[in-house]
Nanobody, 117 residues
């Protein structure tokens, strides 16, 4: 079994920064595809950022230039640095790990980010 645990969420004013972290613990760690999603109540969960392969990053258009994804394979953590936050970034943020051999990805429980104007 594996567990993903997010941390670093909180409340911040517009223009501020937060850094989310996801700690992976348990039987396996698959660094080949790690990602962050977010969800606002009553809306679908949406992709925010992904880190694939050696070091290929991808970002939703809404966060490009403001968010940075990174990972530490030794510590089995991956992070999302969020800068110049906007009220529309307010959401529950989830980390996700996808292993090729696993039919379903693994998810964390989520961490709330609230940005006030």
């Amino acid at each position: 079994q594996v567990r993903l645990m997010e941390s670093g969420g909180g409340s911040v004013q517009a223009g501020g920064s937060l850094k989310l972290s996801c700690q992976v613990s348990g039987d396996y760690y698959c660094p080949a595809y790690l990602s962050w999603y977010r969800q606002v109540r009553d809306r679908e969960r949406e992709f925010v950022s992904g880190l694939r392969g050696a070091n290929t990053t991808s970002y939703a258009d809404s966060v490009k230039g403001r968010f940075i994804i990174s990972r530490d394979n030794v510590l089995k953590t991956f992070s999302l640095e969020m800068n110049n936050l906007r009220p529309e970034d307010t959401a529950m943020y989830y980390c996700r790990m996808r292993c090729r051999w696993n039919a379903q990805p693994d998810w964390g429980q989520g961490t709330q980010v609230t940005v006030s104007s």
